[in-house]
Every structure is written in structure tokens, then in C-alpha cells.
């Protein structure tokens, strides 16, 4: 099965370069979706999979990101410059994370989850109980934001193939981040923090320094996910900053399998095409989906990317009888 | 006199209505080895805790080198020279021998900024976890995954990855409990050559073992110090003798006695 694990990545990257070639253009804006998702979802697997910090108050920094492209591009007819506007969005995340991180990061385990919960909710009630960008209702984002230099357009997002091959440049380009970043110091860090934060103190590490740092890059790639989502969809609402979509994405991740990245790429793309297939079956897919994910936790307690271990540990148990 | 390196003064800590650590002073001296002993429950790891500040002191204080640390977090104590080993082994278990030093050694030149450069690559941190591995005699054993060492291996490993910080000054929370004779012979042999430049407390059950190496030994009871001194007057001091037992030829500190008394 390691053989499988080489090549599988590299077919999956194939089919993504193929898509827009062979599938028509509700799959390409679909899979354009899924892979926004899965960029979010690779953002909150540096804390929960790498460091260890289960938060369930991610939605915060991707959708906060959303609702600053869509005030930063307030007339109806011009676009934002995503030269500008980007680096703003990924900011504010970046700025919220180091502010949610700085107080939830003085707690551990169960009430670092509740504290992140609260803190994000707060931003949600923000959104939702004040009149900014339309209150509960949302707003549309009525013009994309552009890329140009010295007056060409680089890049035209309207047009969905290029989006989607935008999109694709974007995960990959997080998820060669990513894997710089696990096999720097500071992510080898990072996993002795999640092994054993005790250890890590006593050698001399900041602890709180390192988690501060993971937490505030997670926010800001949570952000630049939340902004190509509002690119995207074309609509934002306080949803996207709520608890729900947290949870969401952390289902996301705990699906594909914590902590190798490949795993959140895998949940997205499970999670949003299971959540598309039984919405179009029963308007109960809820009941679907959860009755999956039951299922899934049970029988593969690593997720989707470790089911091979999880085959050969079930046939050992299975032939020591 | 050897120069101080760690020195606590008047060293309290309270637990509720627990005095776990009883006004403990302690001087802990470049090229000797201090014996902490007492019975469980005497406040010997507390000590430690309070020294490697994992734990703060209701009152006293602790000085480092001359300056005052008292209350400075693990972290900072870790980076300005101590370093400590767990009673019950405190390792990366899914990570590998080896890798567990060069985690030790990256302490000590962290460089958390450069996300381009791969840890393993690092030559600073690759050779010092080389060096302390192969100082416990555990280079055969650098690319076995921590959790499936034996229990003596992972107490070599302890001490290794306190050794790839480069401390000046050791606090060892029982370093024997669990070895082989030849492994604790070689880790009593490590400590002699570690000594002259540095200075090392050990905590220990193993009364030969701390009668071979110690030049002092504090002896603890109920959180305060019965006695102090070198080998030779508390092997001979009449509390010490009372606390173990009563009487020591068959308490903990047999072999004290057969050595006091002939």
C-alpha cells in the first residue's frame, strides 16, 4: 500500500489538471469550491493535526477575510485591486488570530476549545447584530477583484477556468508551504508541542510563542481561503464565520485523517461532494452526512489517508484471531 | 571552594495545607555532584520542579550564577543553562531516538523564523544529539521510535536529551530507576566526566550507586533537610540513622551503614 500512497497524490494532481478539460462547468466551479475548502481545511490541520490545538473557532479568520473584500470593494461597478485588497483581507485574519490566539492560548484541552467557540461566535454576533455589509442578511459582492499590472489583467476570475486554475495554483502553493514549514525547526517545534509540551518547555521553548505564531499563520491562511471564497460565491452572510462552519471544517479534517496534510485536502473533497450527493437525494441530508461521519470515526479512526494502516491492523487483529 | 552555580534559599512550598517543600537551602557547585535522598514523599522531585521553575515557591528564593531567577518561567531557566531529567520518562515517543536529542539540541539555536531550512539538516543540532546519544551509548539505538525503547534505554535517553541542550547545570529526578547494573554504570561513569565543568544534582534511590559518586548529599525528610554534608558525616549522622528506620542495617541506607560503622 505505499506504493499506493506515491502514486495516489500524483493521480489525484492529474485529474485536477485535467478537470476543466474533461467536465463541464458546474464540476469545474465545484471542484474550484472544494478546493478553497480544502486550503481552509490544510489551515486549521497545522493546529489541530500538527501542534495539537483543537479549535473550534477557525470560520472566524476565513470569513472575516470575506466580509473585508467585500467592504473593500464598495462601489457596485469597480473592482478591488487583489493587490491591495488580499494582503488586507489575509491582515485582519492575521490580526484577529493573534488577538483570539493571545487569550485562548492561556487555556489547554477542553476549555481551549470552549474559548476559541466563544470568541469567534462573538465575531459572528458582530456581523450578524450590527448593520455592517447588510447585518444578517449578507451582501453581494457585485464585482470581482481584479489583477493587473501596468494596466493588463493577469488574471480574469470571472471566467471559471481560470478561477478554478487559480485555485489550483493556490493549494498547491499552501500545501508546498506547509510541508517547508513541518520539516523546518519551527514545525519539528510544533510537533514536539503536540508529543509533549512539558518536554518542550523544559528544553527551553516557548511554548506559548510557537502556538501563538501557528495560530496566527493558520488565521491568515484560513483568510486567503475566505477571501477567494467570497471571490467565488459572490455572496457573503455571517455564516461564514460561524460556529457551524468550524465545525465543519473540522470534520473536514478528523475525515481525511489529522496532522499530513493530505489528509484535509481528502476530507474537503469527501466532505463537500457527500454533502452535494445527499442534498440532492433527501432535503434530510443532514441525517446522511452525520450518519456517515458516525461510520467513518468509527471504522477509520485515522481517517481516509490511513485506512491502509487501519486494513493491516484490522487483518493482524483478525489472523492472531 | 568551587564556584556556585545554583544556589536556593529558604525554598517553600505549599499544597494546600501539604508543606511538600519545607525551607530547603541548597548549594549546588561547578565540579560536584550533590546527592538529594530521602525517602518517597520527602519532597526530593518537588525540589526539582520548584529549581527547573515548573513550579513556582510560596516563599524563598533561587539564584542562578549570581542573579536572582525566582519565578522565571521553565523556558528561560532551560536557555540560561538547566537542564533536568523526568522521574518517569518524559520522551517524543513517536518520534526517534535521535530525533528526540536534535529537538533537545534545536533549543539551543532555535531559529524558528528560517521556514526554509529542514531540521534534519541542521548540522549544530545533528551533531550535538549525535554527540549525547553516542555519549549514553545509545547511537545504535538513533533511529528506533522513542515508545519502543526499552524502559532503561528510554531513561538513557532522558538524560541524553538533557544532555543536547548543553546544561551547566543538571538536575536529575532518579536517572537509575529501572536500569541494568551496566547501564548504570555507564551513566555514573557520564556523570563523573560531566562534572568538572558543570554542576549536577541527582536525586536517587540507589545508595551505592550515590555513595560512589556524590561529593554531597542532602538528606530530605517531610520536605526539610535532615543533614548536609559530605559522604562521610551523613553516613554517620545520628537524625539520618533515626529517620531510616530507625535502624539502618536493613533500611534503605544499608549500605551506609556497613560502611559507617567498619
Redesign the interface.
Known sequence: MSGARRVLPWLGLLALVLLPALAGKFYVELVAKIMIMAVFALSLDLLVGVTGLVSLGHAAFFGLASYVLVLATPDKYAAASLWTSLPLAVAASALLALAIGAVALRTRGVYFIMVTLALSQMVYFVFHDTKIAGGSDGTYLYVKPELKLGGRSLLDLNDSTQFYYAMLGLLLLTFAFLRLLLASRFGRALSGIRSNEQRMRALGFNTYAYKLAAFTIAGAIAGIAGYFAAAQFGFINPEMLSWHQSANVLLMVILGGLGNLFGAVVGAFTFVLLQDLFSSLTKHWLLLMGGFVILAVMLLPGGLTRADETWHAWLARMRRG | MAETMLAASGLTRRFGGLVAVDDVSIELRRGQIHAVIGTNGAGKSTLINLL?G?IAPTSGSVSLAGHAVTGT????L??LGIG?T?QRS??????TAL?NC???A???N???????????R?AT?SEAAARALAAVGLTARGDMPAGLLSHGERRELEIA?CLA?DPTVLLLDEPLAGMGAEESQRVLELLRRLKPERAILLVEHDMDAVFAVADVITVMADGAVLASGAPETVRNDPAVREAYLGDAEFGPLAPLAGRGSG
Do not use: D, K
Open positions: 527547573a515548573e518561567r521553565p523556558h528561560r532551560a536557555r533536568r523526568f518524559n520522551v517524543f515517543a513517536e518520534f530525533e536534535r529537538l533537545a534545536q533549543a539551543r532555535p531559529r524558528a523564523w528560517a521556514l526554509h531550512e529542514r531540521a534534519a541542521c543540532s536529551m541542550t
